[in-house]
């Protein structure tokens, strides 16, 4: 009887995955698992999920401040050769979500100006055509550890 | 109950898994030599490929550190593998990244870099003609720069890493999305297989 219990509960709680929490919710905006990852002083990249529960809306900067310069790049795979496309706008449509994650869209801070180490918090401004700035406190992971978050959030189901 | 409940459980677990003969990178149809090539090491010294890497596995990536995505999370993912694989396997393993950005990387820069994943990874750098060279022979496309509209420029590259094995040719490469799993899976069948007769 036990198993059976024990079989139930797995299936039930969606092979084992955790629902995820969004980290803020905002004007209709909930971010997902933000990360931020440095392998050099003076540059880094930041991860996260956005789902818009609003009307729709458009992801139309990330800002950093005083940090550094930050830009938001897709990855594009052709002939052979990957390479890195700025991106202006992100529309997320009511109900939908985005997420950013290693070979798609990430926001690259360059010219950062101080060192960042695992477990500093930076924050993160997303700013949205209609909502406005959404601030993100941002954990600074390892690749490691970010990538295992990365891979929680795709496999939770909360983006749509 | 449990008759009903099995397969929902078993599919939980995902497809069944691959024959552990089944190697998960891509693989070569006919396996690529060995390019014979001498690079500049991030201690200045001279960097002979055939030489130094003679018998090991040799996973070999063009990259750079202002990659902000592919180059890392590579390198991430193999350093953490091979910190798990024993060390009769992992110590059978060389991993050397070639930049494919040398006006930025400087060696320092490149060490740097190299040092968040694996003190061990040798970063190499050269002048262009020579590194375009050995992406041909590996049947990649070279990298070049690419304006990024505020200054600056990305480099774009082949996303795949080429592993040599003992016999000295590449039968097998990773392109990206290869995830630590198929790493910790292939790199064992990489070094222990007798890849010399395929």
Known sequence: ?160 | MIPVLLPATLACLGDPPPDPGEIRGATYVEPLAKPDFVLTATDGSDFDFRTETDGFVTLLFFGYTHCPDVCPVHMANIASVLDELAPRVANRVKVVMVTTDPARDSLPRLREWLDNFDTGFVGLTGDTATVNRIQRELRMPPAFAQETGDGSYAVAHSAAVVAFTEDNRAHVRYPFGIRQADWAHDIPLLVERDWSGL
């Open chain 1, 1 to 160: 009887m036990r198993s059976c219990i024990l079989l139930a509960g797995l299936i039930l709680s969606g092979c084992g995955e955790r629902a995820a929490e969004p980290a803020v919710v905002e004007a209709g905006l909930e971010v997902y698992s933000p990360a931020a990852v440095s392998p050099v002083s003076d540059l880094a990249s930041v991860y996260f999920g956005v789902v818009n529960r609003g009307t729709t809306d458009t992801l139309v900067a990330v800002d950093v401040g005083e940090l550094g310069v930050a830009s938001i790049h897709t990855m594009l795979e052709e002939g052979g050769a990957a390479r890195m496309v700025p991106v202006e706008l992100i529309e997320i449509a009511a109900g939908t979500g985005v997420q950013f994650r290693p070979g798609s869209y990430h926001v690259m801070l360059n010219e950062v100006t101080r060192g960042l180490s695992s477990g500093d918090t930076i924050v993160v401004s997303l700013r949205f055509a209609k909502a406005g700035s959404v601030d993100v406190a941002t954990p600074v992971l390892t690749y490691s550890e970010m990538i295992e978050s990365v891979e929680a959030l795709s496999g939770s189901g909360a983006i749509p």
